[in-house]
C-alpha cells in the first residue's frame, strides 16, 4: 500500500483545496499519472502516482482543505485494476464515552439543603437567559436557594450575560436568473491581498503620458530581424520592463518594501508582470530583470504567458517579485489606478495606445500617447521620488536609445 500525500505547497502556503479527483477508487493508474487537481492560493497543483496499481481508497473528498503531508488516498501497488463497486459504507465512529458533568469547585458558597430546589420563577429566568445556578452563585432564599430576583440582579450587573455569538450572515435568497458559485481560492487570496493593500498601504497614483512614437517606429524597423534572429517578437513590454529597471536602480525605493520597522533595499529586480490566467490574475516574476536583455525578457515573458493560459505556473514562479508591471491597454484600458501587489511599495500601470491631437514644436500633430500610472507606498516613497521616476520611464520610452545605451 502507498499512500498519496499532498506534496510541499511552496513558500507562504500552508493548505489547498481539493479541487477535483481525476481517477475513482477501484480505477487502475500508471506511474506518474495525474490522481487529483490541489488548489492554492497562487496555482493549480496535481498530484501524481509515486507507483502503479489501483486506487484503493479516498480519504479526502473534493471541497477539502489539506496541508502539507496529508494523505489523500491509498494505492494498492502492483494490484490489477478492478471493476468499480459500490463504496463500502463507512465504518461507524466509535462510540464516545458519555461525558460527565463536571463537579463544580467547593466554596464556602452555601448551598440548596439536600432535594431542595429553586423556585419555579428562579428556575424559568434562568432558562430563559441561558444561564444556571452555579453562576449566579448563592441565592438569597431560604437555604441559600435562588430566587428569581438573584437572576435578575446577576444580569444586570456588568458584563455578567455571556455575550451571544456573532450570527453568521444568511445568504440571501437568489431571483429569478441568478445562480451561485463558490469562489475558488485564488479568487479569495486576489480579493483578500488587494484589500489587505489598500487596508495597509499608504497607496498613492501618480500619472505621466508617454509619446510612444519612437519606440513603435524602432520596433517596426527591427521586429523581423528580432524574430528571425531569437525566434520570438519584439513587444512593448520589454521596453518597459528595460525603462523600469534603470528608473528603479536610480530610486531604489520604489523596489524596496517595509519589514517591521525596517526597510529592506533590494539590489536586484525581479518584476513581475501581471497575467491573465481561466482562474483570475496572477503575477509571474522575471528574476534578475536587470541583468537581461530584451530578447531574454521577451521570451521569459511569452513563456509565462502561455503557463498562465495552461494553468501550469508553479508556485516558485510566482513569489518574491519586487516590482510589478500591469497592460490593462491589452483590454482596452485608456486610464486605471493600479492596486500595490503586497509587499511591493510600486506598482507601473500601461494603456491604451491612442492617437490624440498634440502640441509639437508649436504645432498640433497627431501622435501615438498611453497614459501610464505609477502606484506606490507612500510610507517610503515621496511624492518627489515618484513622478521623477515615472519621468524616467518617459524619458527612456520616448527616446528608447537611451535603453540600448544604458542611460
Known amino acids: 500500500m ?17 479541487a477535483r479527483w481525476l481517477k475513482k477508487a477501484g480505477e487502475a493508474v500508471a506511474l506518474d499519472e495525474p490522481l487529483v487537481e490541489l488548489e492554492t492560493d497562487k496555482v493549480t497543483v496535481e498530484v501524481n502516482a509515486a507507483v502503479a496499481g489501483v486506487i484503493e481508497s479516498i480519504a479526502a473528498q473534493e471541497g477539502a482543505e489539506v496541508g502539507p503531508g496529508a494523505v489523500l488516498g491509498v494505492i494498492a501497488a502492483g494490484a490489477a485494476a478492478a471493476t468499480p463497486s459500490k463504496p463500502a459504507p463507512a465504518p461507524a465512529a466509535p462510540a464516545q464515552p458519555k461525558a460527565e458533568a463536571p463537579t463544580p ?77 463558490k469562489m475558488t481560492r485564488l479568487r479569495q487570496t486576489i480579493a483578500r491581498r488587494l484589500k489587505e493593500a489598500q487596508n495597509t498601504a499608504a497607496m498613492l ?25 531569437h525566434g520570438v517578437k519584439l513587444g512593448f513590454m520589454s521596453f518597459f520592463v528595460k525603462a523600469c529597471v534603470a528608473a ?70 510566482l513569489t518574491g517579485g519586487s516590482f510589478t508591471i500591469t497592460n490593462g491597454g491589452i483590454y482596452g484600458s485608456l486610464m486605471s489606478t493600479p492596486i500595490l501587489n503586497p509587499p511591493q511599495s510600486g506598482i507601473l500601470g500601461m494603456h491604451k495606445i491612442q492617437e490624440r491631437p498634440m502640441a509639437v514644436g508649436g504645432k498640433v500633430e497627431i501622435r501615438p500617447m498611453m497614459y501610464i500610472a505609477l502606484s506606490y507606498d507612500h510610507r517610503i516613497v515621496d511624492g518627489k521620488e515618484a513622478v521623477s521616476f515615472l519621468v524616467r520611464v518617459k524619458e527612456s520610452i520616448e527616446d528608447p536609445r537611451r535603453l540600448m545605451l544604458d542611460l
Open 2 to 18: 502507498t499512500d498519496i500525500v499532498v506534496p510541499p505547497l511552496g513558500e507562504s502556503v500552508s493548505s489547498a483545496t481539493i
Open 105 to 181: 469547585a467547593p466554596g464556602p458558597v452555601a448551598r440548596p439543603a439536600e432535594g431542595a430546589s429553586h423556585g419555579p420563577a428562579a428556575n424559568k429566568a434562568m432558562a430563559d437567559a441561558g444561564i444556571t445556578a452555579e453562576q449566579v452563585g448563592a441565592g438569597s432564599g431560604k437555604d441559600g436557594r435562588v430566587t428569581k430576583g438573584d437572576v435578575l440582579a446577576f444580569l444586570a450587573k456588568p458584563a455578567a450575560a455571556p455575550a451571544p455569538a456573532a450570527a453568521p450572515k444568511a445568504p440571501r435568497a437568489l431571483e429569478s436568473g441568478e445562480e451561485r458559485v
Open 205 to 229: 497614483t501618480t500619472f505621466n503620458e508617454v509619446d510612444m512614437g519612437a519606440a513603435m517606429a524602432l520596433r517596426a524597423e527591427y521586429k523581423d530581424v528580432f524574430e528571425k534572429k
Open 248 to 317: 528603479l536602480k536610480e530610486f531604489p525605493a520604489v523596489n524596496a518594501e517595509i519589514d517591521g520597522d525596517e526597510i529592506v533595499y533590494k539590489h536586484a529586480v525581479h518584476m513581475g508582470i501581471a497575467v491573465g490566467g481561466p482562474s483570475g490574475l496572477v503575477v509571474p516574476v522575471v528574476r534578475n530583470a536587470d541583468q537581461m536583455g530584451f530578447a531574454e525578457i521577451e521570451k521569459t515573458i511569452g513563456a509565462y504567458g502561455k503557463k498562465a493560459r495552461d494553468g501550469a505556473l508553479k508556485l516558485d514562479e
